[in-house]
């Protein structure tokens, strides 16, 4: 499906959940809570603002109904959840592979006293425990990216949603022309195993089963965070060596500008929105 293949072997789903377990420390420094992006439609806001822009698109594109139950597939540390829990009137189980993220969601969620409504569990979105016809709703926040068969779990999701349940993407996406070299760095960097461009991403969805596809390209919105990102890394560079070693800074000091310039010039953003078709 990606025209440019992964030439390098993608990842486990466990060397998934160690990748997000080691780098736990890493991403709440430089995302803070929100493991994602942010929409950045005003430049001058913070990594949290426009992480609570790009979960709030996601959340209205959804139009839940008070009572309905979404899975949130690849929850991170459950914060996109918690917010949609302040917004609306939904249940949410969110499935992450990393068993420290689970831990801290559900932590969270104890703590901000919405254990009732939200609950979190450590399983593969490739083969998810979950009866067929279970969700109203379910959205991937930045989670396509890692899985090693793609059209596997657009397949599961499909599964567990009740006819007419609606999805919601948020992903990257090929732009350009991607290297043998790019590849090993996009994926034994940060747990890359394939992509999508924005025309193919359609195709994928209606391949799984989907119905009323539309395809966001939001890229222009998500490169602001590029500047947030280098300044954070070069004030806590210090604090990340201390954690993690020196070793870790020396490499990440190579791994991190390679990383923007490839998402710069060869990667893009989509929303994608979609639904299981009603009788099939
Ligand atoms: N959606 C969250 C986290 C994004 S990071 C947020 O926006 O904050 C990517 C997430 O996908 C992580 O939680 C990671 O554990 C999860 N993930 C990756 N591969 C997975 C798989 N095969 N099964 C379940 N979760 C997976």
Known sequence: MPEHPNTTPA??????????????????????????FGLWEDPDLSMPQAQARL???????????????????????????????????????????????VDRATQKARDAGLSGRLDFIRADAMDLPCEPETFDAAWA???????????????????????????????????????????????????FSSLLTADTYADALAQAGFEDIRIHDVTAETRQNIRWIESRYADDREHLAAHYGPDFTAQMDQLLPTGITIYTEKLGYVIAEARRPVGR
């Not at 990842?11 to 080691?22: I, R």
């Not at 930045?142 to 499909?158: A, N, T, Y």
């Open 11 to 36: 990842p486990t789903s466990e060397a998934v959940g160690d990748f997000y377990d080691h780098m736990a420390a890493f991403f709440n420094t430089l995302y803070g809570e929100n493991i994602h």
């Open 141 to 191: 926040i930045e989670m396509l990216f890692h899985v090693p068969d793609r059209l596997q779990v657009l397949r599961e999701i499909r599964r567990v949603l009740k006819p007419g349940g609606r999805l919601v993407l948020a992903d990257f996406v090929q732009t350009g022309p991607l290297t043998d070299t790019d590849w090993g760095l996009l994926t034994q960097g940060f747990a």
């Open 55 to 101: 979960t709030d698109r996601l959340i209205d594109t959804l139009r839940l109904k008070d009572g309905d139950h979404l899975l949130d597939v690849g929850c991170g540390t459950g914060h996109p959840a918690m917010r949609l829990a302040e917004r609306t009137r939904a249940r949410v189980l969110g499935v992450s592979i990393s068993p420290t993220q």
